[in-house]
Nanobody
Framework: QVQLAESGGGFVQAGASLRLSCAAS????????VGWFRQAPGKAREFVAA????????DYVDSVKGRFTIFRDDARITMYLQMNSLKPEDTAVYYC??????????????????WGKGTQVTVSS
């Protein structure tokens, strides 16, 4: 089993920055894909960003391109989502997810095996 714990959420004003962290523990694989998703009230869970093993490939939903950056520290088994120029429409619960044993980038929520419990991000206008 793998446990994921997100942190770094909060209440900020539009234009501010936040860095979300996701620490993994338990029986993590030697390699794994990482993704961040979010879910706003009344909406479906949405893909935000993903990064392949080794960090060579990243992908983002169009609405966050140029503002968000996903990166990972595999020595610490920790993943990050740097969020700059936050907008009210970024308000959501943010979740990290991993897919052990995957070298490729994964953007589909259904492919991920483990999820964190989420961290709330609220952006006021």
């Amino acid at each position: 089993q793998v446990q994921l714990a997100e942190s770094g959420g909060g209440f900020v004003q539009a234009g501010a920055s936040l860095r979300l962290s996701c620490a993994a523990s338990g029986r993590t694989s030697s390699y794994y894909a990482v993704g961040w998703f979010r879910q706003a009230p009344g909406k479906a869970r949405e893909f935000v960003a993903a990064i392949s093993w080794g960090g060579g490939r990243t992908d983002y939903v169009d609405s966050v391109k140029g503002r968000f950056t996903i990166f990972r520290d595999d020595a610490r088994i920790t993943m990050y989502l740097q969020m700059n120029s936050l907008k009210p429409e970024d308000t959501a619960v943010y979740y990290c997810a991993i897919k052990p044993g995957s070298l490729r980038i994964v953007t589909a929520a259904g492919e991920y095996d483990y999820w964190g419990k989420g961290t709330q991000v609220t952006v006021s206008s």
